[in-house]
């Protein structure tokens, strides 16, 4: 594949991905209450659910998917009834927070089990895969070797933006100290997570 293709992927493919979504809106969340480095381990759930989405693509599952609307729809609402559910849990629990309180203990599985749930919920990551990628592969070269190409940078991009999501989202919290810090904590990881379950509820297959 020629060099300009592979730079005009990664450029269209970080655009696309910068634009906040379910799975990074519940990045922040995680990251606001436990931290950047602990919420690694959302990042590479998401992951995992980004590979399966390349893999469903890859092998053409994607059309009989689509065919099956019903699918979609009862995986597409589950995502959104969890994420607005945990947002509505922590913006109550805002009410409740001391000051300066420590956020509850989240096991690394639930995060990891999190990350991975919402991303693979959300049906746009498929259509993405299936529509996006083909624009850039050459009717000229063998299609698998260019699609695997494509889909490394692809999750290499989406995986380190979630990333830097995480670590900006971590270093604005350490910003706000004071009485109303454990609050807004829980405010703003119930808004977050609620505005992705809007999101996820908005999606179109």
């Known amino acids: 594949m020629a060099f300009e293709t592979l730079a005009a ?12 979504g379910p ?9 606001t209450v436990h931290g950047a480095r602990r919420t690694m ?18 092998t053409g599952i994607s059309s009989l998917m689509v065919m099956a609307a019903e699918w979609f729809e009862v995986l597409r609402w589950g995502g959104v009834a969890y994420l607005v559910f945990i947002g509505v849990q922590a913006w109550r629990a805002g009410a409740l927070a001391q000051e300066d309180a420590p956020p509850p203990a989240r096991s690394g599985r639930s995060l990891f089990a999190e990350g991975f749930a919402v991303t693979l919920s959300n049906p746009k990551g498929i259509i993405f895969v299936a529509a996006f990628f083909p ?7 063998p299609p698998l070797p260019q699609f695997t190409v494509l889909s490394v940078i692809y ?10 999501y995480a670590f900006v989202a971590d270093w604005a919290m350490a910003m706000f100290k004071g009485p109303r810090a454990a609050r807004l904590r829980c405010r703003l990881t119930g808004g977050v997570l609620i505005g992705g379950g809007l999101l996820l509820a908005a999606a179109r297959r």
């Open 23 to 31: 799975s990074i809106m519940l990045t922040v969340a995680h990251a």
């Open 9 to 20: 992927f990664a450029l269209a493919t970080t655009i696309l991905i910068l634009i906040p």
């Open 41 to 58: 381990l959302t990042v590479l759930g998401a992951g995992l659910a980004c590979l399966i989405h390349v893999l469903i693509a890859a």
């Open 135 to 141: 624009q850039f592969l050459d009717a000229g070269l």
């Open 155 to 164: 999750l290499v991009i989406a995986g380190g933006l979630t990333a830097a």
